[in-house]
C-alpha cells in the first residue's frame, strides 16, 4: 500500500464511514436493486448435448491444451499442479481443471463505497453495467468523434443517474485525449468520485491492476479491500485457447489481492471459435475451465465469473453481427454450462452493429438483453450505451438502453398468484360487459402493476404531432441533456477525495506520457 | 354455393389443379417453410400456478358466467348442453367447457392454393402472418394517411414476397375508400389472385363470412372447402366475458363450413381485465374455453385456436403499452394454459406503440416476437407491419419486421450437436492463436451457420458514411420499392380469375354502398 493510500485511509478513519456520509449528506438518486430473478432460466440444451460439450472441452484441454504465453510463473503453476506442460503448451489432463474450479465462490458481494448499492454476483441475481472499451462517442449534434475524458466522465454520471443500472462499470469509453499509460487513474478517479456505484478496475497492465488495487484502498480502506472484494475487471481470454502474460498478469494482482475477475473468452464466431454452436460452446467451456482454474492456483478462493462474450460473423463481409440467433444459442447454451460448473455467469449486453440509435440498433439490442435475462446471466456488461459493434459509446442509446433494462427488472419478478395476483374479487365485482380501470383492485394495484418507460413516448398522435413528432433518438437526447443538467455528485469524504487526487497526480509525474 | 361459385368450379376443374398450374408456370417467391421448434417452451407459471388459474377460470364460468348477446340459437345451444342459462347470461358447470373443447383438434392444416405453401397450425408450428386491422397508412414519404385498396394491394404483394413470412393474414389494412359493406370483396380477391399464400376470411358480419366461404369454394372447388380447411379468420371477444352476435355470427358461419377461428379475447390489462398478470389469465383462460366450447357445440371437431390478444395499459394516461413486461407474463402463461387444453395458440406480434418505426417501435417489437417464439405461440397475427398501437401499416416497418421474422426461424432450429456441430476437427485443426476462417470446417459450413439479414447494415462506417449514411428506416423504404417494382403475381386459372371477378362484381351491384 503505497503512503498516498494510507494517508487516504487515515484521512477517512477507515471502516464504512465514507459510505455512512454519504448516505447522510450525499443526493441520491434513485437505483433498483440488483435483480433477483423469480422465473426459470431457459435451457436450450437437453443433458445428453450438455455432457457431449462438456466432455469435448476436457478434450480439447487435454490432447490440444492451451498457451500461456510469455509467463512462466504459471507454467511452473500448472506444472506443480499435475498439467503436462510443453513449451508454452499446457496440457491439462481430463478432470483436473474443473477440479481447480470448485475451490471458486459460486456467489459473492461486490462491495460499493455506498453500502446500499453492493451488488450479489452469482445465484439468481443479474448485476447490470454500462458498455465497455469504445474509442468514439456518438451523441445526436456532434456526432462521432474519437472519446475524451470530459465524455467519459459524462458516461459515469449518465450510469450513476440510471435507475436500473447497478453498477458503474470499467472503460465507460476509452479517453483518447490522456495518455495511455495515464488514463486509468483519471477514469479509477471517475468512478470513485462522481458515482457511489460498484465499479471495475483496470486491466491493460499488471501495474494499472495494482494502481487500481491501491486506489481502491484509499476509497475503501486498506483492511476493508484486503478482506472484501470491492472491484471486478474484465480478464478476456485471446480465443483461441490463448492466455497473454498482460491479461494474466492483471489476473494475478487481482486474484491475488482477493478482487474479482471476469474470465472472458471473446469469441467473434467463425473466426476465433468453429462456425457451429456446439464447437463455439466446447471452446468457450475449455477457456474458462482453464482461466478459471489459473485463478485459483493463484489464490483458492479468489471470485472469479465464468465470462462468453459471442458475436456471430457475416460471412460475406467478415463483419461481426449481433443480437443473431446464433449468437442467442451460445448465451443461453453458456449459462447452462457455467451452473453447471457452480460459477456466477457474464454474457449479454446492448449488442447491435448499427452505426445509429436507430431501429436497427434497438432490434438487436433487445434481442440480445431478453435473451441474456432468460439465460441466467449474473453480470451483464455492456447494457446499455453500446453502438457500432462495440467501436462507439452512444449517449443516446445509452438513455435508451438503460430505460429499456426496466423490463428486465419486471419480467424477473415472476407471477404472483397470491389472493391479490388471482384477482377474484375484480373479476366479480366487474362482471361481463364492465370496465376494470374503475373498480377497486385495480385502484389499490395500478401504480405497481405495469412497468412504465421513463422515456418512450405514449401520447395520442395529436399531441407527440404538436409536440414535435419525435422519435426515440429526440427524447433520448432531451433527456441526456436534463440528466447531465441534474447531476450532483454524491457525497465523499474531502480527505478520501485529496488522497484519491495526490494519488492520481504523484503517478501521472513519475513517468513520461505514452500514447501507445 | 352460389351459381357463379359452380362456374368457378367448371372453370378450373377441381382439386387442386390451379395450385399445380402455379406451381409450374408462375413466378415463385422464395418463401420459408411454417416454423418448426426443436427447442423448449419457456414456461414460466409452476404447476401450482397453473391449477390455481384452471380452478380460477372455472368458478368465472359457473359463478359469474359468460354473455351471450342478442343470440337466442346459442343460448338454446348452451342450455341443451348443460349449461344455467339465465336472460342472455350463460353459467356454465366446473368442467363442461373443458369437456367439450376436447373435440377441437390438436392441431390442423390450413391449405393454400399453391399447396408448398401450407402450413400446420398446432404442436410445435409456429406460423406468421402479418399486421390486421390498421385504418391508417404510413410510408416514409407520403407520411400518415388513411389506407386505400391500393394500399391494401401493396400490403398482400410484400407480404407474397416476403420469405419469411408464411401466410398472407387478413386485414392488413382497412380500404377506407372502399364501401364498409363491399371491403371484404376486394380484400379476399387481392388475397387469392395476388398472392398464393393461406389467408384469413371477413368477420364483420356473418353474411360476410359466408361470401369468404363462397370465394374460397371458387378458388379451391366446393368439395375441397367442404372436407379441408382453407381459411383461419379471427373471433374476438369482447372481454370481460362477453359473446357479442356479429362475431358469434361469423364463428357459426366458418365453424359449420369446417373453416378454422382463432377465438381471442382482446385485452388492455386493466381495462378489459385484473390489473394483474393471474387474474388476465384466469379470465382469458374462461373466455377461450367458453368460445371454443361454443365452437364445438357448433361442429364438434371445428379447428379452432386458443387466442390471445394482450397488452397492459399506461397508468398515467389510459394508452395501452406495448412489448412490456406484463405482456410477456400473460404470453408466456396462455401457451402453458393452451398446450395443458390442447390447443393450437394464437399470440405475440410485431406490436409497439411508436409512431415511427424507430427505435421505441423495434424495441418493443423485438420484446414481443422473442417472447412469442419462447411462448409456443403457433399462429403469430401482426407478426410484421404494426405500428402506433395498431391504427398504422406501416410500409417500412413491415419489410423491417418481416426481415427480423428471419431470426425466429434460426432460434427455433435449436443447437445440434452431431459430429459436424460439435466442430472438434476445427479446433484440432486451429489450434492455439489460430484463425477459423479459412479451416475447412468453417468452408463446409459459412454458407448456412448463421443468420444474415436481408435489410440491415452490416457495412463499415466509412462505407455506410459514404453511401449516405442511412438509418434503418431508409434502408426500409427503398427495399419497400425495391419489392414492389419487382412483384409478378403467381400464375391463376384465368376461369378462376374470372369466376372471382364476376363473384365481386355480382355482390358489389346487388346492394347499395354503406360506410358506416
Given at each position: 500500500m503505497s503512503d498516498v493510500a494510507t494517508a487516504g485511509r487515515r484521512a477517512r478513519g477507515g471502516g464504512g464511514g465514507a459510505a455512512r456520509r454519504a448516505e447522510r449528506t450525499g443526493i441520491s438518486f434513485d437505483t433498483a436493486r440488483f435483480i433477483e430473478r423469480n422465473i426459470p432460466n431457459f435451457e436450450i440444451l437437453n443433458e445428453e448435448a450438455l455432457q457431449i460439450i462438456e466432455w469435448n472441452a476436457e478434450t480439447v484441454l487435454e490432447e490440444i491444451g492451451v498457451n500461456f504465453l510469455e509467463n512462466p510463473g504459471a507454467l511452473a503453476l500448472w506444472k506443480a499442479a499435475g498439467a503436462d506442460v510443453r513449451g508454452e503448451r499446457v496440457h491439462i489432463p481430463r478432470g483436473l481443471a474443473r477440479k481447480l474450479c470448485a475451490?471458486?465462490?459460486?456467489s459473492f458481494t461486490q462491495h460499493a463505497r455506498n453500502p446500499a448499492r453492493n451488488v450479489e454476483i452469482g445465484g439468481k441475481s443479474l448485476v447490470l453495467a454500462p458498455v465497455y472499451g469504445p474509442p468514439f462517442v456518438r451523441d445526436r449534434?456532434?456526432?462521432?468523434r474519437y472519446a475524451t475524458i470530459e465524455d467519459f466522465r459524462n458516461f459515469v454520471k449518465l450510469g450513476y443517474m440510471s435507475k436500473w443500472l447497478h453498477h458503474s462499470g470499467g472503460t465507460v469509453c476509452e479517453p483518447t485525449d490522456v495518455a495511455v499509460n495515464k488514463r486509468h487513474l483519471d477514469m479509477l478517479h471517475a468512478h470513485m468520485t462522481l458515482s457511489d456505484k460498484p465499479f471495475m478496475g483496470s486491466v491493460t497492465e499488471p501495474v494499472r491492476a495494482a494502481d487500481s488495487v491501491e486506489m481502491a484502498k484509499i476509497l475503501f480502506g486498506s483492511d476493508f479491500v484486503d478482506q472484501n472484494t470491492v472491484m471486478t475487471s474484465l480478464i478476456n481470454i485471446n480465443s483461441p485457447l490463448t492466455f497473454d502474460s498482460v491479461m494474466m498478469g492483471a489476473l494475478e494482482v487481482y486474484a491475488k489481492a482477493g478482487q474479482a475477475a471476469i474470465i472472458s473468452p471473446f469469441i467473434v464466431g467463425g473466426a476465433m471459435a468453429p462456425v457451429t454452436v456446439a464447437g463455439t460452446l466446447t471452446q468457450v467451456l475449455a477457456e474458462v475451465l482453464a482461466g478459471v482454474a489459473y485463478s485459483q492456483l493463484i489464490r483458492p478462493g479468489a471470485p472469479v465469473i465464468f465470462g462468453a462474450f459471442v458475436t456471430s460473423i457475416d460471412?460475406?463481409?467478415?463483419a461481426p453481427t449481433f443480437g443473431t440467433p446464433e449468437a442467442a444459442h451460445i448465451t443461453y447454451g453458456a449459462g447452462q454450462l457455467a451452473r453447471r460448473l457452480g460459477l456466477p455467469y457474464r454474457s449479454g449486453g446492448s449488442f447491435c452493429g448499427s452505426k445509429l440509435p436507430d431501429a436497427q440498433a434497438a432490434y438487436e439490442t433487445s434481442n440480445s438483453l431478453n435473451m441474456a435475462l432468460l439465460a441466467g446471466v449474473n453480470f451483464m456488461l455492456h447494457a446499455c450505451g453500446w453502438l457500432e459493434g462495440g467501436l462507439v459509446s452512444s449517449y443516446e442509446k445509452f438513455v435508451m438502453d438503460a430505460d429499456q433494462l426496466g423490463t428486465l427488472h419486471h419480467l424477473a419478478k415472476g407471477v404472483s398468484v397470491d389472493e391479490n395476483g388471482q384477482g377474484m374479487d375484480a373479476i366479480r365485482e366487474v362482471g361481463p360487459g364492465g370496465h376494470y380501470l374503475g373498480c377497486a383492485h385495480t385502484q389499490a394495484n395500478f401504480k405497481s402493476a405495469f412497468w412504465r418507460s421513463d422515456l418512450l413516448d405514449y401520447k395520442p398522435f395529436e399531441t407527440w404531432d404538436e409536440e414535435g413528432a419525435r422519435d426515440t433518438e429526440q427524447l433520448a437526447s432531451e433527456r441526456v441533456k436534463k440528466l447531465l443538467g441534474d447531476y450532483q455528485a454524491p457525497a465523499l469524504d474531502e480527505g478520501i477525495r485529496e488522497a484519491l487526487d495526490a494519488y492520481v497526480a504523484q503517478k501521472k509525474a513519475a513517468e513520461p506520457d505514452a500514447f501507445i
Amino acid at each position: 500500500m503505497s503512503d498516498v493510500a494510507t494517508a487516504g485511509r487515515r484521512a477517512r478513519g477507515g471502516g464504512g464511514g465514507a459510505a455512512r456520509r454519504a448516505e447522510r449528506t450525499g443526493i441520491s438518486f434513485d437505483t433498483a436493486r440488483f435483480i433477483e430473478r423469480n422465473i426459470p432460466n431457459f435451457e436450450i440444451l437437453n443433458e445428453e448435448a450438455l455432457q457431449i460439450i462438456e466432455w469435448n472441452a476436457e478434450t480439447v484441454l487435454e490432447e490440444i491444451g492451451v498457451n500461456f504465453l510469455e509467463n512462466p510463473g504459471a507454467l511452473a503453476l500448472w506444472k506443480a499442479a499435475g498439467a503436462d506442460v510443453r513449451g508454452e503448451r499446457v496440457h491439462i489432463p481430463r478432470g483436473l481443471a474443473r477440479k481447480l474450479c470448485a475451490t471458486a465462490p459460486r456467489s459473492f458481494t461486490q462491495h460499493a463505497r455506498n453500502p446500499a448499492r453492493n451488488v450479489e454476483i452469482g445465484g439468481k441475481s443479474l448485476v447490470l453495467a454500462p458498455v465497455y472499451g469504445p474509442p468514439f462517442v456518438r451523441d445526436r449534434e456532434g456526432g462521432r468523434r474519437y472519446a475524451t475524458i470530459e465524455d467519459f466522465r459524462n458516461f459515469v454520471k449518465l450510469g450513476y443517474m440510471s435507475k436500473w443500472l447497478h453498477h458503474s462499470g470499467g472503460t465507460v469509453c476509452e479517453p483518447t485525449d490522456v495518455a495511455v499509460n495515464k488514463r486509468h487513474l483519471d477514469m479509477l478517479h471517475a468512478h470513485m468520485t462522481l458515482s457511489d456505484k460498484p465499479f471495475m478496475g483496470s486491466v491493460t497492465e499488471p501495474v494499472r491492476a495494482a494502481d487500481s488495487v491501491e486506489m481502491a484502498k484509499i476509497l475503501f480502506g486498506s483492511d476493508f479491500v484486503d478482506q472484501n472484494t470491492v472491484m471486478t475487471s474484465l480478464i478476456n481470454i485471446n480465443s483461441p485457447l490463448t492466455f497473454d502474460s498482460v491479461m494474466m498478469g492483471a489476473l494475478e494482482v487481482y486474484a491475488k489481492a482477493g478482487q474479482a475477475a471476469i474470465i472472458s473468452p471473446f469469441i467473434v464466431g467463425g473466426a476465433m471459435a468453429p462456425v457451429t454452436v456446439a464447437g463455439t460452446l466446447t471452446q468457450v467451456l475449455a477457456e474458462v475451465l482453464a482461466g478459471v482454474a489459473y485463478s485459483q492456483l493463484i489464490r483458492p478462493g479468489a471470485p472469479v465469473i465464468f465470462g462468453a462474450f459471442v458475436t456471430s460473423i457475416d460471412m460475406n463481409s467478415g463483419a461481426p453481427t449481433f443480437g443473431t440467433p446464433e449468437a442467442a444459442h451460445i448465451t443461453y447454451g453458456a449459462g447452462q454450462l457455467a451452473r453447471r460448473l457452480g460459477l456466477p455467469y457474464r454474457s449479454g449486453g446492448s449488442f447491435c452493429g448499427s452505426k445509429l440509435p436507430d431501429a436497427q440498433a434497438a432490434y438487436e439490442t433487445s434481442n440480445s438483453l431478453n435473451m441474456a435475462l432468460l439465460a441466467g446471466v449474473n453480470f451483464m456488461l455492456h447494457a446499455c450505451g453500446w453502438l457500432e459493434g462495440g467501436l462507439v459509446s452512444s449517449y443516446e442509446k445509452f438513455v435508451m438502453d438503460a430505460d429499456q433494462l426496466g423490463t428486465l427488472h419486471h419480467l424477473a419478478k415472476g407471477v404472483s398468484v397470491d389472493e391479490n395476483g388471482q384477482g377474484m374479487d375484480a373479476i366479480r365485482e366487474v362482471g361481463p360487459g364492465g370496465h376494470y380501470l374503475g373498480c377497486a383492485h385495480t385502484q389499490a394495484n395500478f401504480k405497481s402493476a405495469f412497468w412504465r418507460s421513463d422515456l418512450l413516448d405514449y401520447k395520442p398522435f395529436e399531441t407527440w404531432d404538436e409536440e414535435g413528432a419525435r422519435d426515440t433518438e429526440q427524447l433520448a437526447s432531451e433527456r441526456v441533456k436534463k440528466l447531465l443538467g441534474d447531476y450532483q455528485a454524491p457525497a465523499l469524504d474531502e480527505g478520501i477525495r485529496e488522497a484519491l487526487d495526490a494519488y492520481v497526480a504523484q503517478k501521472k509525474a513519475a513517468e513520461p506520457d505514452a500514447f501507445i
